[in-house]
C-alpha cells in the first residue's frame, strides 16, 4: 500500500509540473530562541518551497484533484547548513459526482543535530482518505480526515484530521492562510526511548501566517508555528513566530513548440 501511496503521488507531481500551477519560495526567520531560550540554542532562517494546483474538470473517468508538493529546510546546523529537511506531496482523485476526494499522501525526512551521532530520521509517513474542498463565505477552506501509518520499527495507525484555509482581504492585499492537523499515535514506538510506553497520545500542529503583498509577486508576513507533542514528549504547548518573505510565481507553463 505505501508503495502505491509513493508511485502515485511521484506520478502525479511530474504532471503538475507540465501544467499551469501556482508556486512559492519563502524565506522564514525562526524566532523560537528569542521566544524559549532555555528550550531552542538559537534562532535560524527556513526556506520553503511550496507547488498548489487545483484541477477538476476533464471527460475522464478519474479526475485529479488538488495536488501539494511542499520542502521545508532548517537551516538550523552549524554556520546555517541545513540542520532539518521535511518533503511532503500529496494528491487528490476522484471518479464520482459528489465533490469528496479519495487523498493519498506521503511525507518524511530527516534532522542533523551537534553531535552528529544523535541525528535522526524524520519517520515516513503514509495517508489515505477523504479531501472535500468548499466555500464558506468569503474564505476557500480544505478538509481532510485520513488514516495515517507511521513505519516506526513497531508501526502506529490512526485517523488524522486537517484543515486549510486561505481568505483574502482588500483585493487580497493582504491573505491569510494556513493549515492545521490533529491525531493520535501510540506511545511506544518499538525503540529504545519508548520502550515500556502504553497508549495513545494526541497531537497537534498548526501554522496560520499572514501576508502583505508588497506588489510584483513579493510578500511580506509572519507564520506561528504551534507544537503539541511533536517536538517534546512533555504535555505543553509551543508557538514560536517567524518574519518572512515571499516570492510568488503564480502561472508557470512550458514553452510552446
Not at 81 to 95: H, M, P
Not at 175 to 199: I, L, M, Q
Request: charged share 15%; with cysteine; aromatic share 16%.
Amino acid at each position: 500500500m505505501k508503495n502505491i501511496i509513493i508511485t502515485l503521488c511521484a506520478l502525479a507531481a511530474m504532471t503538475a509540473a507540465l501544467t499551469a500551477g501556482a508556486q512559492n519560495l519563502q524565506l522564514h526567520y525562526d524566532l523560537r530562541h528569542t521566544i524559549s531560550p532555555a528550550t531552542n540554542p538559537k534562532n535560524f532562517p527556513t526556506l520553503y518551497f511550496e507547488f498548489w494546483k487545483m484541477r477538476d474538470s476533464g471527460r475522464h473517468l478519474i479526475k485529479p484533484g488538488g495536488f501539494l508538493l511542499k520542502t521545508e529546510a532548517d537551516l538550523q546546523g552549524l554556520n546555517n547548513n541545513i540542520g532539518k529537511f521535511f518533503l511532503q506531496v500529496s494528491q487528490s482523485f476522484r471518479a464520482w459526482t459528489p465533490r469528496i476526494f479519495l487523498q493519498l499522501q506521503y511525507s518524511g525526512g530527516g534532522g542533523i543535530t551537534e553531535p552528529k551521532q544523535y541525528s535522526y530520521y524524520i519517520t515516513n509517513t503514509y495517508q489515505g482518505g477523504a479531501e472535500v474542498p468548499f466555500r464558506w463565505k468569503q474564505a476557500f477552506l480544505t478538509a481532510v480526515l485520513d488514516y495515517k501509518y507511521v513505519s516506526y520499527p513497531k508501526p502506529t495507525s490512526d485517523p488524522i484530521f486537517t484543515l486549510y484555509w486561505y481568505r483574502g482581504f482588500f483585493h487580497h492585499k493582504l491573505e491569510f492562510a494556513g493549515d492545521f492537523s490533529v491525531w493520535t499515535g501510540n506511545r511506544n514506538h518499538g525503540d529504545e526511548p519508548t520502550t515500556g510506553e502504553k497508549g495513545k497520545q494526541g497531537f497537534f500542529f498548526a501554522e496560520p501566517q499572514v501576508w502583505y503583498n508588497a506588489g510584483k509577486g513579493l510578500s511580506i508576513g509572519s507564520k506561528l508555528n504551534c507544537y503539541y507533542h511533536v517536538n517534546i514528549p512533555a504535555d505543553s504547548w509551543q508557538a514560536y513566530p517567524t518574519l518572512a518573505a515571499r516570492i510568488n510565481v503564480q502561472e508557470m507553463r512550458l514553452p510552446k513548440n
